[in-house]
């Protein structure tokens, strides 16, 4: 069974940083991605960073380029989110994504969440 768990999530003043991990643990035989994706009350969830596990290239959502950095550390099996100069707007719950194969095929596995809250 592949479990997402993430940590760092917090309050922080606007201008401030965080920085979010996620880990998968499990049975797991090759990782093609793993990301981030927020959700804020009333909206719909919204696509926030990820790294492909070979080659290590990174794609951002419009949002946070500039702000956010997303990395992997691959012999752990995690991920991570720097997060700079917090906006108001970036309170959300954060979901890690990952693009998984536990056994023959690849399929999307998520976290519980982390609450990011910054205050103005």
């Known amino acids: 069974q592949v479990q997402l768990v993430e940590s760092g999530g917090g309050l922080v003043q606007a201008g401030g940083s965080l920085r979010l991990s996620c880990a998968a643990s499990g049975r797991i035989r090759s990782i093609a991605t793993m990301g981030w994706f927020r959700q804020a009350p009333g909206k719909e969830r919204e696509f926030v960073a990820r790294v492909t596990w070979s080659g290590g290239s990174t794609s951002y959502g419009d949002s946070v380029k500039g702000r956010f950095t997303i990395s992997s550390d691959n012999a752990k099996n995690t991920v991570y989110l720097q997060m700079n100069s917090l906006k108001p707007e970036d309170t959300a719950v954060y979901y890690c994504?990952?693009?998984?194969?536990?056994?023959?095929?690849?399929?999307?596995?998520w976290g519980q969440g982390t609450q990011v809250t910054v205050s103005s």
């Open positions: 994504n990952g693009r998984l194969r536990p056994g023959v095929i690849y399929d999307d596995y």
